[in-house]
């Protein structure tokens, strides 16, 4: 089952959300994928060890100009500019191809090739907690981050049955909605500041549109101000739990522990989320056998 | 020779158009005898993406030299190359007074793109 | 003209709450939220929305049911290279990248291929000037490309009124719309946090900046919750030929401020408040020194 843990608004929490969880749960029923590729975190916390590292790419038109006849289909399919001919040459601008393949597929000459632009590295590696963590690291300048998110999840095996812990990209545009997608629940890590709750809102509505369920966990949640509680009782959705604010919790996580090691009245929250989530994917998974 | 001027309007009294990809108007100018030919560019104005690189085929199939424009991203810039016109940026004034400018060999032509890509 | 761009590369470090304090500061400006996924200046600057306009992103493809053409014959689902056409011959929208190689090869002529509205543009005003911020619609692209208008629009009405300062409150990340609202920018301004996500996000986004060759200032927000890191940050930007703007302490007067819907200068005359006037002093200064740049 996968559990992605999602925000709208960056820097409430999630990816010490997700690698605290990650250390509380039983040895060897984890393993966690960061998909926030624009700015992965959860390795910094989780340290782990053998890394293996595959470089990513994605397909661009490589041009063979002895076979090309200059009919110019492929320009006319390219919706991105990719692919254009000016004065007898086809020129192939990088960075603006989808990699859709139109070009090759049109070409009556058979004159377009695969070529490869790099889009970042995967990689995985051990903890010494005895889980894996997979991420990837989007090449800075590259502009596309939905293709490497992909291939990050498509390391996700359902077959053997673990937990997977997916750390979700901020916002609520492409990046966040291809991690979110096919997730069993989402585990929304809020704060209770307009910002937050406008954010919160905004990746509920999402949510509700993939058909996600999902619970809330309150970070920081000393303000007695009640705005997100207000909120999650008017969307019907279930708050798991409320860390509270403390300088310690801050400090632990700024040098990159994990809470669940140092503060025990922390832990206890955790391991309180942690079972909350289980018996959450229990209720959605008998609700699933049901209608079957 | 032949020179192309991003234009925001349609006579040699218009101000240079300081953008190239989503220039109102190309103006086609005979440098010798400042006669002229318009080229609208509305069609690249709403183009999610790679207006640049339109504009410069516009500019590559009027036959001209050179292109004097305000800014010129990378992807423009290896068109023009590519087919061999020259570049002049970071110009201004009215098309007139930066042909003339030209003419005295008051502008330096670019080594290359004076900003960023930019989507638009 | 010059252009000011607020990053962080992490999410939630403070940037839109600095932003809107900077744009209260300066005398005359364009503010732009560029973070169009999740908008939040708009909350916390007290603005009047003037105008409005609907944002056209990129083309999606649709199998009509009701023409019904479609012959299922396959070649759209074989040729799509996104697993956006599903065996039953719906478009599943979120997968659809807007190709078009669907469309372009269907021997039936069913599939539709049309712009679509992704969001809404609005330009509205503040005290000291206009603010132009959007909505992208939930699970939309092209914030790139929205994000590339707003800044345009931006410089349109700067040109038009005469406004010596656009002021951009970047997205987190590096990605497409970050590219979008730092590209041409004089000077960018880094906001960190003294924690080893933030100072590892920093390098990232940084080395952006980097690329875009725009002059860059760093500030540390909530610096005194872990003097050590702050420090490290300080002794990096000394080496790295950042301008170093200034730290900010941790003040509950900032979520205060945001809860009133107002700045935090505005709000509070604090240390907090205090240190970002200082902040935005040392980059006005500097802003003031660069070469105008043609728009």
Redesign the interface.
Known sequence: MIVTVASGKGGTGKTTVAVNLAVIAPEGSVEVFDCDVEEPNAHLFIKPENIVTKEISTMIPDVDMNLCTLCGECEKICR???I?M??K?I?V?P??CHSCKGCSMVCPAGAIKEGSRVLGSLLTGQSSRGFNLTWGELRVGEAMSPPLIKQVKNKIDKGIGKLFIVDAPPGTSCPAVVTLRDADFALLVAEETPFGLNDLALTVEGLKKLGVPMGIVLNRADMENGIIDDYAVRENIEILQRIPFSREAAKVCAKGHFLVDELPEIKALFQDIYLKIINNLNSIQKSDKGGQ | MKAAVSSSGKTLESELD?RFG?ASYFLIVDTETFDFEVKPNDQNM?????AG??A??IV?DCGVEVLIT??CGP?AY??LD??GIKVVT?T?GTVREVVEKFKNNALQYSQGPN?????? | MKELTVISGKGGTGKTSITASIASLAEKRVVIDADVDAANLFLTLEHKVVETESF???HKAEINPDICTCTGCGECFQRCQFDAISLNFTIDHISCEGCGVCAHFCPADAISFERQICGEKFISTTANGPMVHARLGIAEE?S??L???L??RARQMAKEQHIPLIITDGPPGIGCPVI?SV??ADALLIVTEPTLSGMHDMQRVMKLGRQ??AAIYLCINKADLNPEASEKIKEFCGSNNIRFAGEIPFDKAVIESMRMGQSLVTYSDGAASHAVKKVWQNVSSFLGETRDR??
């Open positions: 991105f500019s990719a254009t000016i004065a040459k020129m601008f960075e603006m | 300081p989503r709403n183009l999610p993406q790679g690189i339109q410069g085929k590559a305000g800014n992807k290896n068109v590519a087919v970071g201004n900003v960023e890509g930019h989507w638009v | 056209e992103g990129g092209n790139g490309l994000v590339s208008q800044r345009q979008a590209s041409n875009m060759n043609l728009i």
